[in-house]
Structure formats: structure tokens, C-alpha cells
């Protein structure tokens, strides 16, 4: 499970003022009074959204404001009132107060709306103050302002895809050029330390959430390497991406490397080894076609789903990104 993090300032539309004025007509004298009451400030909602997965967007923008009442006018104009704007988050959203501390709304629900911050009442004009023994009054009212807060929003994510393979096979590489991630990427084992989330976008507005997690090796059930410690993170994925490594500093063998680390995940959940997979085999551009078709073949007897990349040229990458969406897509429809 990855958590995400934004911090936002929302600010609410203040009212508009109440007018202070007298009616002025021809022949009428002492005409009575005639401001007309400021307009509502617009208020802010959270919104809570299945087609948003993250709170990237929120890096880009993080303050909202709606807009403000007009004030009010002769006649008894009432003033425009300012227009609600809704923030949408994704399902799964914590909206926490300024400190972090206290929870103040879950967005669980699709749809679900939350008042973010009122926008202010408008002030009364001087019309309404009129009264048997005043009939001229001078007492009008300002708007009052929008409420204004910030917030820390918190978003558990589950990645819906797990890259999973040896040291080395190519895994950040693939999560750097599908998505806007920037995971480490070097010519030795165990580069990746810690898991890195990656969204990708595959239509207009649709996403998914990838995540790359450090290499595998045998015995990583049993802690070697870093062992299958990250596992989890990809424990609750829809689909795993299987990269093997194809070219001449790969494994020598690259049928066993592939039933070595599935052999691994077996061995740390029952659950983890049942998962749709998709084979792949990475460093198209370096690969070893001996290796290659000792994969492929294998993959087409077992009837696995086999695809080939190379990160480096782009070989392949749409086509898998494709893939990868109609599996999901596939699963939820
Ligand atoms: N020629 C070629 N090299 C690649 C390709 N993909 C990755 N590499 C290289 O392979 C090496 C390892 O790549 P990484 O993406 O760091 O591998 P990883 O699977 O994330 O490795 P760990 O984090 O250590 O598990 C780097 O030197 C990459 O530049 C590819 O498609 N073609
Ligand atoms: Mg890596």
C-alpha cells in the first residue's frame, strides 16, 4: 500500500454587501429605502470520483477558491449570488484539518459530496431595515466572508498492476517510460530500494497504477536479497507484469528464471501465485534470440500471455501498456 499525500487551501467566496440607497423619483418625495441585499459567497465541496486514482493533480494546484456574492443594489437588487465549486478527489480520500490530526471527512463513496468551506451570506441592504418609526434607514450590512481553510488530504493507493522480476531485468526502466515516475535506474542489482508508484494514462481520461518494486531472487521468501518483504505491496494488484531478463547479461536460462521468482511467489502467498499474469520479455534491442525463443515458445505451450519490450527503444511498450489496460479493464467490466 502506497500512501499519498497533498496539502490544499480552499477559500470560499465572501457575500456581497447590502446597498445602501433611497428610491428617487420624479414628484415622490422622501422616496423610501431601496438597497437590495448582497449575494452568497459560492461554496467549495470535495467530491469524491472513481475516474481519479491519485493526488497528482493536487501537485499542480493546491489552492481553490469559488467566486463571490454580488453586492447588492438600488431598487432592491439582490446581488448575484457566487457559484459552488467542487473539488473532486478519488474514492479513498482523507480529508484531515491543517495539523494532520484530526480526520474530517472519508470520501468512500462514489459520488459522495462533503461541504468544504461555506461561502459567506451576503449582507442586507437597508431596505429591509425599514421599520414603522424608521423609515429611512442608513443601516445596511457587509457580506460575510467565505470560509477559509487548509487541509491535508491522504489517499491509501493500491497499484493495480505489480512489476515483478530479478535484479536487473529492466523493471524501473519499464515503470520510468510508461508513467512520469523517476525511480533510480542502474546496471546493478537491488537499484530499487523501496517500492515507486507510477500512474499511467492509456486514453483520454482513463489510468492505472503501476508499481515497481525491488528485484527478487531465490529464496526471497526466506529473506534473501531484500527479500519478499515488498511483496505486499503488489499482494493486493489485479495483475502482475513478469519481466525476464532476454539479453546476454540476463539469466542464462530464461524458462528457469521465469519459475524461479514464480516459484518465490508462491512460496509467500497462495494468493500472489494465482494473480493474471502477463510474461515479458525485456531488452528487445540486446536480446539474445536463443533466450528469447526458449521464452517464448514456453509461454505459447503454457499458454501464457507473452509480450516483448524494450524499454530503451520503445519496442513494444504500447502495445503492452494496451495489454495491460484490456486486462483490467477487462476485469472490472
Ligand atoms: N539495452 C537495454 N537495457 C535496458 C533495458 N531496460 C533496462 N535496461 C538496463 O538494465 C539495467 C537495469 O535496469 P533497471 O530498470 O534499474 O532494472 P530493475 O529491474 O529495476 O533492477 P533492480 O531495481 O535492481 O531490481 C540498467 O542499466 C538499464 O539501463 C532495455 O530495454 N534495453
Ligand atoms: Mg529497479
Same mark, same amino acid.
Given at each position: 500500500?502506497?500512501?499519498?499525500?497533498?496539502?490544499?487551501?480552499?477559500?470560499?467566496?465572501?457575500?456581497?454587501?447590502?446597498?445602501?440607497?433611497?428610491?428617487?423619483?420624479?414628484?415622490?418625495?422622501?422616496?423610501?429605502?431601496?438597497?437590495?441585499?448582497?449575494?452568497?459567497?459560492?461554496?467549495?465541496?470535495?467530491?469524491?470520483?472513481?475516474?481519479?486514482?491519485?493526488?497528482?493533480?493536487?501537485?499542480?494546484?493546491?489552492?481553490?477558491?469559488?467566486?463571490?456574492?454580488?453586492?447588492?443594489?438600488?431598487?432592491?437588487?439582490?446581488?448575484?449570488?457566487?457559484?459552488?465549486?467542487? @473539488?473532486?478527489?478519488?474514492?479513498?480520500?482523507?480529508?484531515?484539518?491543517?495539523?494532520?490530526?484530526?480526520?474530517?471527512?472519508?470520501?468512500?463513496?462514489?459520488?459522495?459530496?462533503?461541504?468544504?468551506?461555506?461561502?459567506?451570506?451576503?449582507?442586507?441592504?437597508?431596505?429591509?431595515?425599514?421599520?414603522?418609526?424608521?423609515?429611512?434607514?442608513?443601516?445596511?450590512?457587509?457580506?460575510?466572508?467565505?470560509?477559509?481553510?487548509?487541509?491535508?488530504?491522504?489517499?491509501?493507493?493500491?497499484?493495480?498492476?505489480?512489476?515483478?522480476?530479478?535484479?536487473?531485468?529492466?523493471?524501473?526502466?519499464?515503470?520510468? @517510460?510508461?508513467?512520469?515516475?523517476?525511480?533510480?535506474?542502474?546496471?546493478?542489482?537491488?537499484?530499487?530500494?523501496?517500492?515507486?508508484?507510477? @500512474?499511467?494514462?492509456?486514453?483520454?481520461?482513463?489510468?492505472?497504477? @503501476?508499481?515497481?518494486?525491488?528485484?527478487?531472487?531465490?529464496?526471497?521468501?526466506?529473506?534473501?536479497?531484500?527479500?519478499?518483504?515488498?511483496?505486499?505491496?503488489?499482494?493486493?494488484?489485479?495483475?502482475?507484469?513478469?519481466?525476464?531478463?532476454?539479453?546476454?547479461?540476463?539469466?542464462?536460462?530464461?524458462?528457469?528464471?521465469?519459475?524461479?521468482?514464480?516459484?518465490?511467489?508462491?512460496?509467500?502467498?497462495?494468493?500472489?501465485?494465482?494473480?493474471?499474469?502477463?510474461?515479458?520479455?525485456?531488452?528487445?534491442?540486446?536480446?539474445?534470440?536463443?533466450?528469447?525463443?526458449?521464452?517464448?515458445?514456453?509461454?505459447?505451450?503454457?499458454?501464457?500471455?507473452?509480450?516483448?519490450?524494450?524499454?530503451?527503444?520503445?519496442?513494444?511498450?504500447?502495445?503492452?501498456?494496451?495489454?495491460?489496460?484490456?486486462?483490467?479493464?477487462?476485469?472490472?467490466?
Amino acid at each position: 500500500m502506497f500512501v499519498d499525500h497533498a496539502k490544499i487551501y480552499v477559500k470560499a467566496g465572501d457575500g456581497g454587501d447590502g446597498c445602501l440607497a433611497f428610491r428617487r423619483e420624479k414628484h415622490v418625495p422622501r422616496g423610501g429605502p431601496s438597497g437590495g441585499d448582497g449575494g452568497d459567497g459560492g461554496s467549495i465541496y470535495f467530491r469524491a470520483s472513481v475516474h481519479l486514482n491519485t493526488l497528482l493533480p493536487f501537485k499542480f494546484q493546491q489552492h481553490f477558491r469559488s467566486t463571490r456574492g454580488g453586492h447588492g443594489s438600488g431598487n432592491q437588487r439582490h446581488g448575484k449570488n457566487g457559484e459552488d465549486r467542487i @473539488v473532486e478527489v478519488p474514492v479513498g480520500t482523507q480529508v484531515y484539518d491543517e495539523t494532520g490530526k484530526e480526520l474530517l471527512f472519508d470520501l468512500d463513496c462514489e459520488d459522495q459530496m462533503e461541504l468544504a468551506a461555506r461561502g459567506g451570506h451576503g449582507g442586507r441592504g437597508n431596505a429591509v431595515f425599514a421599520t414603522a418609526t424608521n423609515q429611512a434607514p442608513r443601516k445596511f450590512e457587509t457580506g460575510w466572508p467565505g470560509d477559509e481553510f487548509t487541509f491535508q488530504l491522504e489517499l491509501k493507493v493500491l497499484a493495480d498492476v505489480g512489476i515483478v522480476g530479478y535484479p536487473n531485468a529492466g523493471k524501473s526502466t519499464l515503470i520510468s @517510460v510508461i508513467s512520469a515516475a523517476k525511480p533510480k535506474i542502474a546496471d546493478y542489482p537491488f537499484t530499487t530500494l523501496t517500492p515507486t508508484l507510477g @500512474v499511467v494514462s492509456h486514453a483520454e481520461y482513463r489510468t492505472f497504477v @503501476v508499481a515497481d518494486i525491488p528485484g527478487l531472487i531465490e529464496g526471497a521468501h526466506r529473506g534473501s536479497g531484500l527479500g519478499a518483504q515488498f511483496l505486499r505491496h503488489v499482494e493486493r494488484t489485479r495483475l502482475l507484469v513478469h519481466l525476464v531478463d532476454v539479453s546476454d547479461i540476463g539469466d542464462e536460462d530464461s524458462v528457469a528464471a521465469l519459475r524461479a521468482i514464480n516459484g518465490e511467489l508462491e512460496l509467500y502467498s497462495s494468493n500472489l501465485i494465482q494473480k493474471p499474469q502477463i510474461i515479458v520479455a525485456s531488452k528487445l534491442d540486446v536480446a539474445n534470440l536463443d533466450k528469447l525463443e526458449q521464452l517464448r515458445s514456453y509461454c505459447r505451450r503454457e499458454s501464457l500471455p507473452f509480450q516483448e519490450i524494450s524499454a530503451v527503444t520503445g519496442q513494444g511498450i504500447k502495445d503492452l501498456k494496451e495489454t495491460i489496460a484490456q486486462h483490467l479493464e477487462g476485469q472490472t467490466d
